[in-house]
């Protein structure tokens, strides 16, 4: 059975990557930050009760190196990760004026976790395996108020390329997903305080609504599948047309 490390597992599309490769078959390894809400997960989809879950914040060092110890020495290897956690943003405003430990905290979860989850994933593979990096739209255009977000994942843009010519030495393939605004549960936060935010968002968007979670894991499984064997370094952007604009 092949080993499959899901990060950021417990919601959106985390989950719903959960939910396919433990469908495909894989053994699945996922973790979040909170326990809680991965058992609420399993009264909802029993059938997930064999995923092996971690409770970890990938922002901290010390618990990335549990998650990858345990990894090492349970499975010994992985042939594939989906590096998809990413926490609430909070450094979004006017850049001049955000608290410089909010852009840290950002930069840190949504790069540097990234390249620490990179390095050792592919110390754990061999040759066939793959890695995708759930990286944004906002990693290929400005996004005026969120600027630390933008950088962060402009620079797991730089990261996903430069590894990608490494890693192929090794017969390793990485790449990433870009997904445009998708539905998921914080939009639905969102909507209790803008009703008409749904709405709103979908007029700016060439294809006129959101994407579903279903959507942006097809990519990543493709990505994750032979099919795509030819494809290196390469970033996937699933947005409706929205970076086109």
């Given at each position: 059975?092949?080993?499959?490390?899901?990060?950021?597992?417990?919601?959106?599309?985390?989950?719903?990557c959960?939910?396919?490769?433990?469908?495909?078959?894989?053994?699945?390894?996922?973790?979040?930050?909170n326990k809680?809400?991965?058992?609420?997960n399993l009264?909802?989809?029993?059938?997930?009760?064999?995923?092996d879950?971690?409770?970890?914040?990938?922002?901290?060092?010390?618990?990335?190196?549990?998650?990858?110890?345990?990894?090492?020495g349970k499975?010994?290897?992985?042939?594939?990760?989906?590096?998809?956690?990413?926490?609430?943003?909070?450094?979004?405003?006017?850049?001049?004026?955000?608290?410089?430990?909010?852009?840290?905290?950002?930069?840190?979860?949504?790069?540097?976790s990234?390249?620490v989850?990179?390095?050792?994933e592919?110390?754990?593979?061999n040759?066939?395996?793959?890695?995708?990096?759930?990286?944004?739209?906002n990693?290929?255009?400005?996004?005026?108020?969120?600027?630390?977000?933008?950088?962060?994942?402009?620079?797991?843009?730089?990261?996903?390329?430069?590894?990608?010519?490494?890693?192929?030495?090794?017969g390793?393939?990485?790449?990433?997903?870009?997904?445009?605004v998708?539905?998921?549960?914080?939009?639905?936060?969102?909507?209790?305080s803008?009703?008409?935010?749904?709405?709103?968002?979908?007029?700016?968007?060439?294809?006129?609504?959101?994407?579903?979670?279903?959507?942006?894991?097809?990519?990543?499984?493709?990505?994750?599948?032979?099919?795509?064997?030819?494809?290196?370094g390469h970033?996937?952007?699933?947005?409706g047309?929205?970076?086109?604009?």
């Open positions: 059975m092949k080993n499959i490390l899901i990060t950021g597992g417990s919601r959106g599309i985390g989950l719903e959960v939910k396919r490769f433990h469908q495909d078959g894989w053994n699945v390894i996922t973790c979040s930050r809680k809400t991965w058992l609420e009264t909802l989809y029993p059938e997930l009760c064999n995923v879950y971690v409770e970890i914040d990938v922002s901290d060092d010390g618990d990335l190196n549990r998650l990858f110890s345990y990894i090492g499975y010994s290897y992985i042939n594939a990760a989906v590096n998809n956690a990413s926490p609430k943003i909070i450094s979004q405003g006017e850049f001049s004026e955000v608290p410089a430990e909010n852009l840290f905290s950002t930069l840190k979860s949504d790069f540097w990234y390249v989850c990179l390095q050792k592919l110390n754990l593979m040759s066939g395996s793959c890695i995708v990096n759930v990286s944004s739209v990693g290929l255009r400005p996004c005026p108020g969120a600027a630390i977000y933008s950088a962060a994942k402009h620079g797991l843009e730089g990261l996903t390329r430069s590894v990608a010519l490494e890693a192929i030495q090794k390793i393939r990485v790449n990433a997903v870009a997904p445009g998708t539905w998921t549960s914080r939009w639905e936060e969102r909507k209790n803008n009703p008409n935010i749904r709405e709103e968002i979908e007029t700016q968007i060439p294809i006129k609504r959101f994407a579903i979670e279903s959507e942006i894991v097809n990519a990543i499984e493709w990505l994750c599948c032979a099919k795509s064997s030819y494809v290196v970033t996937l952007v699933v947005d047309g929205l970076s086109l604009d």
